[in-house]
């Protein structure tokens, strides 16, 4: 049985939704560079999921109405440096980004 997998863009090529067979769940984004579109190229960003995209997520929607939320603090160049998720607004993990 394949699970089928479908995902919509956005201009910038953040993906803005993702199907799949269970239901689908659609993401918002800021305006400022994810750390890892400094890594990867724009067209390995678009085929590696939504975690590898533009820019950062700062909200997930799951269709079963799960929201989680993401707030960033930026350093001067634009980049993340803190990014604390959410869930039933309550904390739930905190992640860092060090650049050299």
């Given at each position: 049985m394949d699970d089928d997998r479908y995902y919509d863009h956005d201009h910038a090529g953040?993906?803005?939704r993702y199907e799949y067979d269970?239901?689908?769940i659609?993401?918002?984004h800021d305006t400022a560079k994810n750390p890892f579109s400094?890594?990867?190229s724009?067209?390995?960003l678009k085929v590696n999921g939504?975690?590898?995209t533009t820019n950062n997520i700062t909200k997930e929607t799951a269709s079963n109405r799960t929201v989680r939320?993401?707030?960033c603090t930026y350093?001067?160049?634009g980049y993340p440096t803190e990014k604390i998720e959410s869930y039933d607004g309550r904390s739930q993990r905190k992640t860092n980004y060090y650049y050299e």
């Open positions: 953040n993906i803005v269970a239901g689908c659609t993401y918002s400094i890594i990867y724009d067209a390995v939504p975690r590898f939320n993401y707030a350093n001067s160049e």
